[in-house]
């Protein structure tokens, strides 16, 4: 199915010269002379191979139709993971680097989406946000909460995050799995 670039995200699947390639990130970009283009880094799906490919705003890609599962994570065994179909309850292995980068936040039971083209799986998708704790971050300094500084954090899962000056080590955080953000404080 074609769309414009403008509305590539990660987690697509794109058909772009004969090959399936899985979006890992998109980036939209407005030079200070011409036109906005779409930064995209994807992989091949046969090969692995990590491409970086531009694309005007409007230009049409092709968005490769998959069949999506919603799932559940089971477990991780070295660089796999296995999943469970929420509906057929069968069970899948899939490699660990579909999920990227947010992929040190899976937990047991969490809901996770898998692509797969002609039973292979091609892509994953994390929740939008995950709750997280602090496990070390740098002390509160007297004064600094009137300005909107952020400070580094460690949360679980060995990942760094900028958060605001009153998150303290055992609070529990809401962050971003797209880009690895703090969101806000959990409840």
Request: overall charge negative; hydrophobic content about 40%; glycine content about 8%.
């Amino acid at each position: 199915m074609k769309m414009n670039a403008i509305q590539i995200r990660a987690g697509h699947v794109l058909d772009h010269n004969g090959k399936h390639y899985t979006v890992l990130s998109s980036t939209i970009l407005q030079p200070g002379k011409g036109g906005a283009f779409v930064q995209v880094e994807m992989r091949d799906v046969a090969s692995g191979t990590k491409v970086n490919q531009r694309w005007r705003t409007q230009e049409s890609v092709e968005r490769v139709r998959v069949d999506d599962h919603t799932c559940t994570f089971l477990y991780q065994e070295g660089d796999d993971v296995t999943v469970m179909d929420q509906e057929t309850y069968e069970q899948y292995v899939v490699p660990r680097a579909l999920f990227g980068e947010a992929g040190v936040f899976l937990t047991d039971n969490m809901e996770v989406s898998v692509d797969f083209i002609a039973g292979n799986a091609v892509s994953a998708r994390m929740p939008p946000t995950v709750v997280v704790a602090v496990v070390e971050a740098d002390p509160v300094v007297k004064g600094q909460t009137a300005t909107s500084s952020y400070k580094a954090a460690q949360v679980t899962g060995n990942i760094k995050v900028m958060v605001p000056p009153h998150i303290g080590v055992g609070d529990t955080i809401v962050v971003s799995t797209e880009d690895m953000t703090y969101v806000e404080k959990a409840k």
